[in-house]
């Protein structure tokens, strides 16, 4: 999806001059819990954010949501809760068909003919004008909206920024997908806590655990995938997974099973860690210094993993083993083999 070209003038419009370059808003507060008994579909009634549920993606569910299910349910003030269970349970339904085929039945006010789909029906909401709402009211919701979703993903707007941001999502009817398009590449370089960091430290976590290097730049643009829903987690693991194998062609059938490279070397560092009388967590298998002596090169340029016994000479080459107590007590047992063969 191409990037919108909109007039927003906060930081995120780089190339708007005339931009506002104010300090970050403090989000608006979300509306506290509100508990009520059991609907038809055991959902509890009264729902918001931050309930204790059994499902934990409700809250996720609420913030990409959130602006077209309020509009019906002003709609429908004395079935509001009704309004909310049916979208929660139809979320999967991309179409929304499904959604207002029983909002339809059951008996539910979608607005004016035709209606129902301009209050973001297909399941994924955006922005989008309901008849239910003034203009004012559209703005402030998408507003809220906008705040919680970019504070997620670690991106600081100024309240000129969200005024016309939230303006331009309303009046275009914008879809939750076209506002994340907008978001995150604002949001790919930030080091504020938020999804996109939390990205990054789980990519390279990943990468690291197949014995692979991704820089900084690598992960984040990863991230931001993950955050705009490009890919997905399994999407990251199986490019490191292939990866893994191109670098280490002798463990495919074990990365195969999913069995991760480093897993694979671990013995061979902790052989190494003891013959050098280090910790093991000392070890990076990630230093050339140490992976190479996990690994063996034959004379016809086939690597494969070292034997046991090969580290523990590649270890004892090493200078710090003259150092440990078991070079002193091999070269003590070596003086001694010496003197009792000539006597001494």
């Known amino acids: 999806m191409a990037k919108p070209n909109i007039p927003v ?47 934990p993606g409700y809250d996720q569910w609420w913030k990409d949501n959130s602006i077209w299910v309020q509009e019906i349910e002003r709609m429908n003030p004395q079935r509001a809760a009704e309004v909310r269970e049916l979208a929660w349970k139809y979320r999967f339904d991309q179409s929304g068909d499904a959604l207002i085929d029983a909002y339809s039945k059951g008996g539910f006010n979608l607005g004016k003919a035709g209606g129902s789909g301009s209050s973001g029906s297909s399941g994924r909401g955006g922005g989008g004008g309901g008849s239910g709402a003034s203009k004012e009211q559209q703005y402030a919701q998408a507003k809220a909206s906008l705040s919680d979703q970019a504070a997620q993903l670690g991106l600081q707007l100024d309240d000129a920024s969200l005024n016309a941001l939230a ?59 993950l955050a705009s829903g490009q890919t997905t987690l399994d999407g990251v693991a199986t490019m490191l997974q292939a990866q893994a194998t191109a670098r280490y062609a002798w463990a495919a059938p074990q990365i195969a099973q999913g069995i991760s490279v480093r897993d694979l070397m671990l013995p061979s560092r902790d052989r190494i860690a003891q013959e050098l009388e280090m910790n093991p967590e000392e070890i990076d298998l990630l230093d050339s210094k140490w992976l190479s002596m996990t690994q063996t ?13 090969e580290v523990i000479m590649r270890a004892r080459k090493d200078p710090q083993w003259a150092n440990t107590r078991s070079a002193a007590a091999t070269a003590s047992n070596v003086t001694t083999m010496l003197r009792d063969y000539f006597g001494g």
């Not at 780089?14 to 959902?43: C, F, H, I, W």
């Not at 938020?194 to 990519?203: L, N, Y």
């Not at 090169?297 to 016994?309: L, Q």
């Open 167 to 225: 303006k331009t999502v309303v009046d275009n009817s914008w879809s939750n997908d076209m506002v994340m398009d907008y978001l995150v590449p604002g949001a790919q370089n930030t080091t504020n806590a938020g999804s996109i960091t939390a990205g990054v430290d789980m990519i390279k976590k990943m990468a690291a655990d197949q014995l692979l290097v991704v820089s900084d730049a690598t992960a984040r643009e990863w991230s931001a995938k």
């Open 297 to 309: 090169t034959d004379e016809k340029g086939v690597t494969r993993a070292a034997t046991d016994s």
């Open 9 to 55: 003038g906060g930081p995120n419009d780089p190339d708007n001059k005339n931009a506002p370059r104010n300090g970050p808003t403090k989000p608006p507060p979300r509306a506290q819990p509100v508990r009520g008994g059991l609907g038809p579909s055991g959902m509890p009634t009264g729902l918001q954010p931050g309930n204790q549920l059994n499902d």
